[in-house]
């Protein structure tokens, strides 16, 4: 089916894949807190209100700029990171060092050049915003391609992090493509499709077919081979997350659920698979991010409109 895409119908699927990442964001931040393991959730989730982190406030900022823009504007992208950036959102080190440097009126090509001795960041931060941004294009996954790429140069000068932005913002635009269509894609041709979009000698694109051969693998398996962030790298991070969401494309809940499981960055693991999953299921609706769970989630930034 082809279709014609309006200003509000994108910020309606951007929005509700910002719904799922923020809400996956915040309740795996919960398993994080000391004493709280995963074993609490075996009877109940943990109690409200549940705090988001750099993740969702990240994500928030590319919202704002698509919807003022209608594209990625790649300066006041920067602009926002930076002017919305609140340290106590548990930002890491090298984000930390990056935006104070753009605050102060570094430039942000130059910025992100200089992270990690030059070599540029490969972690796993432009994968962990840009769902929404993929729900936004969900016409066109040569667009969502195009736009994660500049979004991801803002902050990622490492071709690996380019590329982690790249496979989670196409598999956003296909599950948001298939809502429209009525369709499920079946999980390795959601995948597939996502593998033939990156570069075939990266880490990434060999971790994404990777995880194509392991569809019928148990999550843990998956997890074990794939990784499961706790490198804090796109490598490390992005080819589970997309098994996840392959498998669990019309379940929210469960998806949430085997990212809490697998361990490793949980609230960045959830936020990823949870932007993707909700693209495709929306908010409330059978299979999709719970009305309690986003209930229980605190509010997101007055900023973000």
Not at 105 to 116: K, L
Not at 140 to 156: F, I, K, L, Y
Not at 216 to 230: F, I, M, P, T, V
Not at 274 to 288: C, L, Y
């Amino acid at each position: 089916m082809t279709f014609t895409l309006f200003p509000d119908t994108r910020l309606a699927l951007a929005r509700d894949a910002l719904a799922g990442l923020s809400v996956g964001d915040a309740l795996g931040s919960q398993f994080f807190v000391p004493g709280r393991g995963v074993a609490a959730w075996r009877d109940e989730l943990p109690p409200g209100p549940w705090g988001w982190s750099d993740d969702t406030e990240m994500a928030c900022s590319v919202v704002t700029v698509l919807a003022g823009h209608g594209r990625i504007d790649r300066d006041a992208l920067a602009s926002s990171f930076a002017d919305r950036y609140d340290p106590t959102r548990r930002y890491g080190a090298g984000a930390v060092e990056l935006l104070e440097l753009v605050r102060a009126g570094t430039p942000w090509p130059v910025a992100a050049a200089s992270a990690f001795d030059g070599q540029g960041s490969c972690g796993n931060g432009a994968a962990m915003r840009v769902g929404p941004l993929g729900a936004w294009y969900a016409d066109s996954t040569r667009r969502a391609a195009d736009q994660a790429r500049a979004s991801a140069e803002v902050t990622h000068a490492h071709p690996e992090g380019i590329a982690g932005a790249v496979a989670v913002a196409v598999a956003a635009s296909l599950a948001a493509q298939a809502r429209l269509n009525g369709d499920r894609p079946d999980p390795a041709r959601l995948i597939g499709a996502v593998a033939a979009t990156l570069d075939p000698a990266g880490e990434v694109h060999r971790g994404v077919r990777r995880a194509a051969t392991l569809l019928d693998r148990s999550a843990a398996e998956a997890a074990d081979a794939l990784g499961n962030g706790s490198r804090v790298t796109a490598q490390d991070t992005v080819p589970f997350t997309l098994w996840v969401a392959a498998t669990h494309l019309d379940d929210y809940p469960t998806a949430i659920r085997v990212c809490v499981e697998a361990g490793g960055d949980v609230d960045t693991t959830s936020a990823i698979v949870g932007g993707m999953v909700a693209a495709h299921t929306g908010v409330g609706t059978p299979g999709g991010v719970p009305d309690g769970w986003l209930a229980a989630r605190e509010p997101l930034p007055d900023w973000l409109g």
